[in-house]
């Protein structure tokens, strides 16, 4: 297995998640693609690794971030997602990813980062969840515009989505609520890990051409960190710590 990455924080707060930080793909491995495929979304969420980092940092938040390319297997689907090991993305043909590999991938990736993450969660007992991606300006195969910024997803616990939205509008941000998607689709990390264990959570999904440098997740640390903060103490005022 590729052991996922954790940054220790203070327990009993807000735990960090990082599904699609990392773009490596493990020895042993053959997608059959081209080296510069791995830069895109559709192998990782650019910027979204170093921006849970500084959150973690600014908020002294423990993180968990994954080390593998979501290309490899992606670890915000269910086990029976028809995505789960992509054939397809966003228009690019995965040849090595045929249907005989998914259970050794599983196996090796999914169900091993999804039991460190439940370990974590023992561990740091957190009010909230916060998950960190990042979204494309327009998919390559649609070419569709995606005006919002940022984009807060949720299914249907929305204790701290509606915190934040109203938070981040009240700044003057062009904020999606459960855009570019909706969290009720795609939500299975916080499914497994927030919903049904009744702690508070959300997906933050910010834009990938706005966090795509030092400066950019610099600029949404600050805008972020205390958003977080804010959401984190009103929670805790109404929910117990996890246990």
Known sequence: MTAPRFIVGEAGGTLLICDHASNAVPEGIDLGIARPLLDKHIA????????????????????????????????????????LVPAMSDGHVIPGNQPQVRDERIARFHAPYH??????????????????HSFTPRLEQDGAHRPWEIGILSNRDRRAADLAVALLRAAGLPTGDNEPYSGRVLNATLNR???????????????????????????????????????????????????
Do not use: C, F, K, M
């Not at 706005?210 to 400066?215: A, V």
């Open 44 to 83: 990782i969420d650019i910027g979204a690794a170093p921006l849970t980092e500084a959150l973690a940092v600014r908020l002294s938040a423990p993180a968990i971030l994954a080390t593998v390319s979501r290309l490899v297997i992606d670890l915000h689907r269910q086990p029976d997602h028809p995505e």
């Open 115 to 132: 039991r460190a993450l439940a370990g974590v969660i023992r561990e740091t007992r957190p009010t909230l969840l916060a998950s960190i």
């Open 193 to 243: 890990h927030g919903e049904a264990t009744g702690i508070p959570s959300i997906a933050i999904e910010v834009r990938n051409d706005l966090i795509g440098d030092d400066g950019g997740v610099a600029r949404w640390t600050d805008i972020l960190a205390p958003i977080l903060e804010t959401i984190r103490n009103s929670l805790a005022r109404d929910t117990p710590l996890a246990t």
